[in-house]
């Protein structure tokens, strides 16, 4: 029914809840045409801590696991209407390990990694996967950061950038277009450059609460 919304607060790390939700949804309104996996959560942790290989499990949990079910949940009634939009929100950080974000940077590269091998499955089906790597976006997430980020984006200038990708089912794309030439030099860097460069850079706070 266009212009109904319905609401299924839940953790994507909860998979029984994300099934009776998906499965409500398409009972009421069929195979949806889009689904978007955006539900993340980041916090700087150092890969030598031990204390922290706990705030690594949390963030493989939500960012891994919680986007597989969460579009899991729908792909198999779109694959049966042999059509729609699985979506996935990676990050750049998923390219290359960043000093002080370990945790984040092994979860963005696994959701890019399973992402693309939903692609591959779903190849044939009528169902599209795209993967969005955004750069840096306004949010509460970055607004923990205490230092300058390039081409930040409002969140407003960043969704139609979201919306057109998704529109023309891009397989990956990395917004905005100037940290896509970062990203392709980023991948290129033999690891001794990246890792002097990448030693030298300011890291993600540790203390936030995730
Ligand atoms: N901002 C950036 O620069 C940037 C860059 C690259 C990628 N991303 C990715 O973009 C996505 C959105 O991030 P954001 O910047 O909008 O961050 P945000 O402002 O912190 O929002 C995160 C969202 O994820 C939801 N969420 C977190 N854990 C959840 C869970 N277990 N179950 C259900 N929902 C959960 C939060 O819901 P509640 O508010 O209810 O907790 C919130 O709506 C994330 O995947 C993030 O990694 C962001």
């Given at each position: 029914?266009?212009?109904?919304?319905v609401?299924?607060?839940?953790d994507?790390?909860?998979?029984?809840a994300?099934a009776?939700?998906?499965?409500?949804?398409?009972?009421?309104?069929?195979?949806?045409?889009?689904?978007?996996?955006?539900?993340?959560?980041?916090?700087?942790?150092?890969?030598?801590e031990l204390?922290?290989?706990?705030?690594?499990?949390?963030?493989?949990?939500?960012?891994?696991?919680?986007?597989?079910?969460t579009?899991a949940?729908?792909?198999?009634?779109?694959?049966?209407?042999?059509?729609?939009?699985l979506?996935?929100i990676?990050?750049?950080?998923?390219?290359?390990?960043?000093a002080?974000?370990?945790?984040?940077?092994?979860?963005?590269?696994?959701?890019?990694?399973?992402?693309?091998?939903?692609?591959?499955e779903?190849?044939?089906?009528?169902v599209s996967?795209v993967?969005?790597?955004?750069?840096?976006?306004?949010?509460?997430?970055?607004?923990?950061?205490?230092?300058?980020?390039?081409?930040l984006?409002?969140?407003?200038?960043?969704?139609?950038?979201?919306?057109?990708?998704?529109?023309?089912?891009?397989?990956?794309?990395?917004i905005?277009?100037?940290?896509?030439?970062?990203?392709?030099?980023?991948?290129?860097?033999?690891?001794?450059?990246?890792?002097?460069?990448?030693?030298?850079?300011?890291r993600?706070?540790?203390?936030v609460?995730?």
């Amino acid at each position: 029914m266009p212009g109904t919304t319905v609401h299924y607060p839940l953790d994507v790390t909860d998979e029984r809840a994300l099934a009776h939700a998906a499965r409500d949804f398409v009972a009421r309104f069929g195979a949806p045409d889009i689904v978007i996996a955006n539900a993340g959560i980041g916090v700087g942790t150092l890969s030598d801590e031990l204390a922290d290989i706990e705030k690594l499990s949390r963030v493989l949990d939500v960012n891994v696991a919680g986007l597989a079910a969460t579009l899991a949940a729908f792909a198999p009634g779109m694959r049966r209407a042999g059509r729609g939009t699985l979506v996935g929100i990676a990050s750049v950080a998923g390219f290359r390990g960043l000093a002080g974000n370990g945790a984040y940077c092994a979860s963005k590269s696994a959701a890019i990694t399973w992402l693309e091998s939903l692609r591959v499955e779903l190849r044939g089906t009528g169902v599209s996967v795209v993967c969005i790597c955004p750069g840096y976006i306004d949010t509460p997430m970055t607004r923990a950061n205490r230092y300058r980020m390039p081409f930040l984006m409002t969140a407003e200038k960043a969704a139609p950038r979201f919306a057109r990708a998704i529109a023309a089912r891009r397989r990956r794309v990395v917004i905005p277009w100037q940290m896509a030439l970062v990203s392709v030099l980023l991948r290129a860097m033999p690891g001794w450059l990246y890792d002097r460069l990448a030693s030298r850079a300011p890291r993600k706070p540790r203390d936030v609460p995730i």
